[in-house]
């Protein structure tokens, strides 16, 4: 059994910066890649960031490059976003997601976090 559970969201003023943190436990024999999403009322679920790895890859919505930053602690098995400069626009709940394979499989299982809200409001 893998979880994954969030931490960091609140509620921020216009151009603050928060940070969402993300940990992976349980059987985890390997992290392929993790990433959050988030999704405003009334809109889909939308990927934010991703980071393949350790690092070798990541990849950003064009709405947050430039103020975002997705990083891994491989061995803590946690994922961080930094976010800065924050907008109203920003505002969701944000989703932890992990591409993991477990100690009981030969491949990648998709796990999701509980989510945990980001208001960016003055």
């Known amino acids: 059994q893998v979880t994954l559970v969030e931490s960091g969201g609140g509620l921020v003023q216009p151009g603050g910066s928060l940070r969402l943190s993300c940990a992976a436990s349980g059987s985890i024999f390997k992290i392929n890649w993790m990433s959050w999403y988030r999704q405003a009322p009334g809109k889909e679920r939308e990927l934010v960031a991703r980071i393949v790895g350790s690092g070798d890859s990541r990849n950003y919505q064009d709405s947050v490059k430039g103020r975002f930053t997705i990083s891994r602690d491989g061995a803590k098995n946690t994922v961080t976003l930094q976010m800065n400069s924050l907008k109203p626009e920003d505002t969701a709940v944000y989703y932890c997601?992990?591409?993991?394979?477990?100690?009981?499989?030969?491949?990648?299982?998709?796990?999701w976090g509980q989510g945990t809200q980001v208001t960016v409001s003055s």
């Open positions: 997601n992990a591409n993991i394979v477990p100690r009981s499989a030969d491949w990648g299982v998709q796990y």
